[in-house]
């Protein structure tokens, strides 16, 4: 064993990390504005990855960074009638298990589109992200690299405007105490529609940084997808930063993990430590700072 395994291990850990981060952090800023949870946000994931490589690249031969932006653009758009047609109807009715519902039978809805729209046949972007960086001894990939810089990107700029804009502290506001933030002028409806619009343009970030990761299909991000809960949980559910650290915390154990043990069993190492906190200590790593 070398330092130079060890070094390479940590770095694709962080970046697989950083993106159970984003999952995470897309799972709380919808929980803290609705109180509600998105059980369709591996297939929204999923949405993004087929609308950037499959309908942007393969069919209108767009070149990558124009693709990004109309991608995103895309989501977003999806993300305000998603919450017009499902989160802010359902999010006022008796019981949550109705919006619930809504949101997995959104998941299903949009996996069955996208295997009409674009087959289920697996594909790829050739050259997409593709090639190493040598730093010495140590090969790390541009994938894991550009993951890590944009990740880091989007997290700083999340901070920032959750803490210093006007409409980001109207929708923390709306997280707090919907009661109170409507007496003081806030549009609820207006602030959750923002919210799961950028929740939806996040996604689709995560589904266009893992396609040099993973060949793109309908299952694509179902284990991101269960890990980014898990990375919630291990941080601290509700608290964003928590979510952050969650994440990292279990990109970088379930990659050294393999130094131990199979790396075919690298995948359970989340979901043991999902068992363990909820039974040692539920509040996660730092829900007792939310």
């Not at 972007?125 to 090969?139: A, D, H, M, Q, R």
């Not at 990375?231 to 050294?256: D, R, T």
Request: aromatic fraction near 8%.
């Amino acid at each position: 064993m070398t330092a130079e395994i060890i070094v390479q291990l940590i770095v694709s850990g962080l970046a697989l990390g950083f993106i159970y981060a984003l999952v995470s952090i897309e799972y709380t800023i919808i929980f803290n504005a609705t109180g509600l949870l998105n059980f369709s946000h591996d297939k929204l994931i999923m949405l993004g990855a087929y609308v950037f490589a499959g309908q942007f690249v393969v069919r209108m031969g767009a070149a990558p960074a124009v693709a990004v932006i109309a991608t995103v653009a895309t989501m977003f758009l999806f993300g305000v009638l998603v919450a017009t047609g499902i989160f802010n109807p359902l999010r006022n009715m008796a019981s949550p298990v109705f919006a619930v519902i809504g949101t997995v039978i959104l998941g299903r809805i949009l996996t069955e589109s996208a295997r009409v729209i674009w087959g289920a046949t697996p594909f790829t972007v050739p050259g997409f992200l593709k090639g190493i960086v040598k730093v010495g001894n140590i090969v790390i990939p541009k994938a894991n690299i550009a993951i890590i810089l944009v990740s880091a990107i989007i997290v700083t700029a999340l901070q920032v405007f959750f803490k210093t804009t006007k409409m980001g502290k109207a929708m923390r506001c709306v997280q707090q105490n919907k009661t109170a933030a409507t007496l003081m002028g806030i549009n609820v409806t207006a602030n959750i529609n923002l919210t799961i619009a950028l929740s939806a343009v996040i996604c689709s970030a995560i589904g266009i940084m893992v396609i040099p990761l993973f060949t793109i299909d309908l299952t694509i991000a179902n284990m991101i997808g269960l890990k980014g809960f898990a990375a919630g949980v291990i941080g601290g559910f509700g608290y964003l930063p928590g979510a952050i650290a969650g994440g990292i915390f279990i990109g970088i154990l379930e990659n050294l993990s393999t130094l131990v043990i199979p790396t075919l069993y690298k995948d359970c190492v989340a979901f043991v430590l999902l068992i363990v906190f909820l039974l040692v200590k539920p509040s996660g790593l730092l829900g007792h700072r939310r």
